[in-house]
């Protein structure tokens, strides 16, 4: 019988590989299936969305029904393909022809752009991965590459390449490679948004992962991009100043006014869906707090119950605590750094030494952050 370097023999390690393997291709054969039977309408995507987002009622519009229609459509493609290609999935995929509506998201930090992203991928049940794209550079230049997204999406997908081209991506700060010349260096970005151009477009690609070679297309990924693209709203004002036009700007926004801003022009072109989202207001941040389901509140609450302690913030104190937010001007993830600075010092003197009711009022938010 023959060894390995690590003591498995060649036939037990055949066998794990083929057990890997059997596994990979159950899981596969499920996720299409739930992909081909998926029904979700895009009321109840935003429905389910409401839970978790509290506010921007047309974005959650614009992303629930782009998400609901992406795999509507890849689900009868697949079905489709699968029948004419005697079930086999890889091939499937490779012969599907469906049109994609890549999504830009525009909009404050802190406003639900990502939290959007993340809820609804999660709501289809497919692969998601997240990209900051200030972590990206033209190659020569400290950073990534464009085409480790598609490492990262292999991951998130478990390291199945098949569930991967079947994901969302999120490109975060895209707004970021906007073409600009630097003194010391030209970092304009072009050449990153080049490189994300050839995965928007649903190019085969080859990733090398380790030893291992992967082919992966792009085409059935769904992209969404999303930026803060400040200064965008004057440029949009200005060009309808030009030509007559009157309104919310947000109404008027076109690919020209994105290019004007410094995105290369074929790559906004890849993203047709287009929504603004707004500032969040005391008000929104108000009922974060209260309404959503991910409230960094409540989960203070349940951290806080465990050591039986009833935490409960008045109307005034949580009307405190939202104003403060706003005006640090982080959106939603403000809330998490108000909150902590309120409670710090009761988290660590209360549990042990007091059980029953703490109530914080509006007073006591003031006190403590000054």
């Not at 707004?175 to 948004?193: C, F, H, P, T």
């Not at 803060?228 to 076109?254: C, H, I, P, S, T």
């Amino acid at each position: 019988m023959t060894h390995t370097h690590d003591g498995i023999s060649g036939r037990s390690q055949q066998r794990i590989e083929d057990k890997i393997e059997l596994l990979r291709e159950e899981q596969t054969a499920q996720a299409v299936q739930e992909i081909i039977e998926f029904d979700k309408t895009p009321a109840d995507l935003k429905a389910a969305m409401d839970g978790f987002i509290i506010g921007q009622e047309r974005g959650k519009k614009v992303i629930s029904t782009a998400i609901a229609f992406h795999y509507k459509r890849l689900g009868g493609a697949l079905k489709e393909a699968l029948a004419e290609n005697n079930d086999d999935i890889s091939l499937a995929l490779r012969n599907i022809r469906a049109p994609r509506a890549n999504i830009m998201m525009i909009g404050p930090s802190g406003c639900g752009k990502t939290y959007t992203s993340e809820t609804t991928s999660r709501l289809a049940g497919v692969a998601f991965v997240h990209e900051d794209m200030t972590r990206f550079s033209e190659v020569g230049y400290v950073g990534q590459d464009a085409t480790d997204i598609l490492i990262d999406l292999v991951f998130a997908a478990g390291g199945n390449p098949t569930l991967a081209q079947m994901g969302i991506v999120y490109l975060d700060e895209i707004d970021k490679i906007a073409s600009e010349i630097v003194a010391y260096k030209d970092v304009s970005g072009r050449g990153v948004q080049k490189g994300l151009l050839h995965l928007v477009d649903g190019t085969d690609n080859t990733v090398q992962i380790g030893k291992e070679r992967i082919q992966l297309s792009t085409k059935n990924v769904l992209f969404i991009a999303g930026g803060a693209f400040e200064n965008l709203e004057g440029l949009v004002k200005q060009r309808m100043g030009r030509q007559g036009y009157q309104g919310n700007w947000k109404d008027y926004l076109l690919t020209d006014d994105l290019v004007a801003f410094g995105m290369e022009r074929q790559l906004m072109g890849r993203f047709p869906v287009k929504v603004v989202y707004d500032r969040l207001t005391t008000r929104d941040l108000k009922d974060i707090l209260t309404r959503s389901a991910d409230s960094v509140l409540l989960a203070y609450t349940s951290d806080l119950k465990a050591w039986g302690i009833d935490l409960e913030l008045t109307d005034d104190a949580l009307g405190e605590v939202a104003r403060r937010a706003e005006q640090e001007g982080t959106g939603a993830r403000g809330l998490i750094s108000v909150i902590h600075r309120v409670l710090l010092e009761d988290m660590y003197r209360l549990p042990g030494s007091h059980t029953g009711k703490f109530v914080v009022d509006g007073d006591y938010v003031k006190e403590k952050l000054g």
